[in-house]
């Protein structure tokens, strides 16, 4: 199976600043990933898939890159409705594996 | 509007069965490969299973094969998730989610996803 990881567990920043967050596939998964943001008390919401491209409806502000085994995922500015957790995942092969998730909090 | 909703959750001895279903409406229900999803209280998402669009092949996680069976019935646009022998383990949230095509593993990528129904299992 692949192992997905992520960093950091979590982080607290403020409004307005530029949040990155990486992931990291135990092997090459080309750009089968995705990017979903989980507020408390709520489903998943897909944000970027194929690595990089953006949902329709989803703020510019959120973007997503790279390939291989390497990825990031980048709020430009920060904003108090995008606390929430925010996962990675792979769909190369079965089984579609997540990432622990990134708690992301305003400082 | 693409929407998902699952029902048949509730609180199960451990070594009980239970079914879950999910009803799914706004789209071409049989194009499409679906899933079960969970997320134990507090605990980051865990993929179950998935079955293709045509129902004929179907996919587990590890931790719960031979004990969970996914079915769906394209005439009645539900998908099911027959559990078996849980364990206090199993004690999710069970998420439906829809994949993007109909039958490989670079289809499931979750693009709608249900509210979930919860599942206890506690003695």
């Known amino acids: 199976d692949i192992q997905m990881t992520q960093s950091p567990f979590s982080l607290s920043a403020s409004v307005g600043d530029r949040v990155t967050i990486s992931c990291q596939a135990s092997?090459?998964?080309?750009?089968?990933l995705n990017w979903y943001q989980q507020k408390p008390g709520k489903a998943p919401k897909r944000l970027i898939y194929d690595a990089s491209n953006l949902e329709t409806g989803v703020p510019s502000r959120f973007s997503g890159s790279g390939s291989g085994t390497d990825f990031t995922f980048t709020i430009t500015s920060l904003q108090p409705d995008d606390i929430a957790t925010y996962y990675c995942q792979h769909y190369d092969n079965l089984p579609p594996t997540f990432g622990p998730g990134t708690k992301v909090d305003i400082k | 509007e693409v929407q998902l909703l699952e029902s048949g959750g509730g609180l199960v001895q451990p070594g009980g069965s239970l079914r879950l279903s999910c009803a799914a409406s706004?789209?071409?229900?049989?194009?499409?490969?679906v899933s079960w999803v969970r997320q134990a209280p507090g605990k980051g998402l865990e993929w179950v299973s998935a079955?293709?669009?045509?129902?004929?092949?179907?996919y587990y996680a590890d931790s719960v094969k031979g004990r969970f069976t996914i079915s769906r019935d394209n005439s009645k646009y539900t998908l099911y998730l027959q559990m078996s022998s849980l364990r206090a383990e199993d004690t999710a949230l069970y998420y439906c989610a829809k994949g993007i095509c109909g039958s490989s593993a670079s289809c499931l990528s979750f693009d709608y996803w249900g509210q979930g129904t919860p599942v206890t299992v506690s003695s």
């Open positions: 706004g789209f071409t229900f049989t194009n499409y490969a």
């Open positions: 092997q090459d998964i080309s750009n089968y």
């Open positions: 079955i293709t669009s045509s129902g004929i092949s179907r």
